[in-house]
C-alpha cells in the first residue's frame, strides 16, 4: 500500500466496501489519515462510491440483500474512522434535521448525508428512518432551519409532498427549508412537491443545504 495514489486508495476504499472487507476498510482508512488526505473525500469517492455500486450491482441482480448488507457493515467500519476527523469544529452554521420519509426504512444514505452535513459544521438532529410526518414538523417547530427527507422508495417518495404540506399548513415555511434527495428522486420531482432544494448524493446535499441556511433570516 506504500506510496499509493490519492485515486488509487480511494478506488481500493470503494473495492473494499464492495467485497465487504470491514478490516481491509479500516487499514485503508487509517492509510487515508496518515497521508493527510481529505476524510471527506474518502467518505464520497472511497466508501459512498463503493455503496452505490453495491446498490447498482443489486439492481442488476448480481448481488444479493445479505452481501448489501455485509458491504454497509464495511462502510460503517471506515465511517468510524474517518468521521472523527471531520468534526465541523465548535460553532455551528445552523440545525438541520434529517430523516428518511415514514413506510422507508432505507437509511444508509442518510447516514452519509449526515455526516458530510456534520463535516461541514453543521448541527444534525437525525430523526431516524420510518419517521412519522408531525415529528418532521416538531423539528422545524424546534429550530432547524433545514428539513431533510430522504426517500429510497418509489411507493414512499410522495409522503415528501406531504411534509412539505405539513410544514406549510403549520405556518413554518418559507422560515424552515426544505431539501430531498434519495435514489429515485429528481430535481423536477423536489419542485413538483414545492421543495427548496435537491440533492443526487452526499456532496451535493452539503452544499444545497449552505445555500439554503443562506436563505433562512430568522
Ligand atoms: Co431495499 N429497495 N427494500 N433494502 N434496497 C431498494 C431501494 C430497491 C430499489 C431495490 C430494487 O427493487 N431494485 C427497491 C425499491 C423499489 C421502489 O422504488 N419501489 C427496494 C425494496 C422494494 C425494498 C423492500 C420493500 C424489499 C422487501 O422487503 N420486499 C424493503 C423495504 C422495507 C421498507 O423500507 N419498508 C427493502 C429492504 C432493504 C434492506 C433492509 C434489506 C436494505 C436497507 C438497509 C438500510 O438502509 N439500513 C435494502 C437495500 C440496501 C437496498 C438497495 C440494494 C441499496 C440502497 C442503498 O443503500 N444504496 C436498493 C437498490 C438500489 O439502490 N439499487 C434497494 C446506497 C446508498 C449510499 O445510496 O441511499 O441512494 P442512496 O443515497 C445516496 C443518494 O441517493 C443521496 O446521497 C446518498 C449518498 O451519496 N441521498 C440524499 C440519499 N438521501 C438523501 C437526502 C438528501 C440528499 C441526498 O437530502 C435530504
Known amino acids: 500500500m506504500k506510496g499509493m495514489s490519492t485515486k488509487a486508495l480511494f478506488d481500493q476504499l470503494a473495492e473494499a466496501v464492495m467485497t465487504m472487507k470491514p478490516e481491509l476498510v479500516v487499514e485503508l482508512a487509517r492509510k487515508v489519515l496518515e497521508q493527510g488526505l481529505s476524510p471527506q473525500d474518502a467518505m464520497t469517492q472511497?466508501?459512498?462510491a463503493g455503496m452505490r455500486r453495491m446498490g447498482e450491482k443489486y439492481a442488476a441482480?448480481?448481488?444479493f440483500v445479505p452481501e448489501v448488507l455485509l458491504a454497509s457493515k464495511a462502510m460503517y467500519a471506515g465511517f468510524d474512522i474517518l468521521k472523527e476527523h471531520v468534526?465541523?469544529?465548535?460553532h455551528s452554521r445552523g440545525k438541520v434535521a434529517?430523516?428518511?420519509?415514514?413506510?422507508d426504512i432505507h437509511d444508509i444514505g442518510k447516514n452519509i448525508v449526515k455526516v458530510m452535513v456534520q463535516a461541514a459544521g453543521f448541527?444534525?438532529?437525525?430523526?431516524g428512518r420510518n419517521v412519522p410526518l408531525p415529528e418532521f414538523v416538531r423539528a422545524a417547530e424546534n429550530g432547524a432551519?433545514?428539513?431533510?427527507?430522504s426517500s429510497l422508495m418509489t411507493t414512499t417518495m410522495p409522503r415528501m409532498g406531504k411534509v412539505v404540506e405539513a410544514l406549510d399548513k403549520a405556518g413554518l415555511r418559507p422560515g424552515v427549508k426544505v431539501i430531498v434527495g434519495g435514489a429515485p428522486v429528481t430535481e423536477r420531482?423536489?419542485?413538483n412537491i414545492g421543495a427548496d432544494g435537491f440533492a443526487p448524493d452526499a456532496h451535493a446535499a452539503v452544499l444545497e443545504i449552505e445555500r439554503l441556511v443562506g436563505q433562512v433570516s430568522r
Open 46 to 48: 472511497g466508501l459512498a
Open 61 to 63: 441482480k448480481e448481488c
Open 87 to 90: 468534526a465541523g469544529g465548535g
Open 98 to 103: 434529517l430523516g428518511v420519509v415514514q413506510g
Open 123 to 127: 448541527e444534525v438532529v437525525d430523526l
Open 145 to 149: 432551519a433545514v428539513v431533510g427527507i
Open 189 to 191: 420531482f423536489a419542485q
